[in-house]
């Protein structure tokens, strides 16, 4: 893999490979993809992959012009999966592995493989809600404000070095679809922006944790700290 920090302080300008994985609809990847376009965000996405074949983001990142391909994990063996995936992400020499909805967990060797150089987005302020359902157990526990943060891969599920959260109120009238689109929405504006970070050598994993412009992160960063999401 490429070392990002040396290729942002030798002021080169090529972008530095991004690799996605999703499992569904992909449309963190789009936003991602689309971000990338901007010249100033040294970044491209080099391929997607998708461990089902039915997602309809594989479709949609062909159509953006990057390559996507699925590799069917159902009824594999989880180390034999996750060592082709990886190989086959390392043939792409990436700086950075951004899971954008990609719903199966990853073995530890997988993890060590690939450590410090894996994102993730997550529909929640974690620590708070880790898992599935994310929005349904914000409304049923009468959360007033509900989100997503951007976080490090680690082994504990949904528990890796947060980095950046972006805050949404819940509103009296929401259902889970309602709520979940204005989170989504903010997960749009927030995954670029890490990555951005990522591959401009800002944002770092070391020693168990996010660092941000050379100092570790106490907490995440605010989105709303540096503008308004919903
Ligand atoms: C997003 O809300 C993402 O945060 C979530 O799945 C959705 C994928 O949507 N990920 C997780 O729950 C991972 N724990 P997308 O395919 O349209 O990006």
Known sequence: MSDPGAAAADGRAQPLAVVVLISGRGSNMQALIEASRDPAL???VARVFSDKASAPGLEAARRLGVPAEALVAAGRERADFDRELAER???EQPALIAMAGFMRI?????????AG?????????????????????ALAAGDREHGATVHFVTETLDGGPAVLQA???VRADD???RLA?????CEHRIYPLAVRWFCEGRLRQHAGRAWFDGAPLD????YEDLRPCA
């Open 167 to 169: 805050r949404v109120p």
């Open 175 to 177: 259902d889970e679809a």
């Open 219 to 222: 907490a995440p960063l605010q």
């Open 89 to 91: 992400i390392e043939r």
């Open 117 to 137: 150089r894996m994102l993730n987005i997550h529909p929640s302020l974690l620590p708070r809600y880790p898992g599935l359902r994310t929005h349904a157990r």
């Open 42 to 44: 040294r970044f491209r």
């Open 181 to 185: 689109a204005r989170v989504l929405a």
């Open 106 to 114: 990853l073995s530890a060797p997988f993890i060590e493989r690939f």
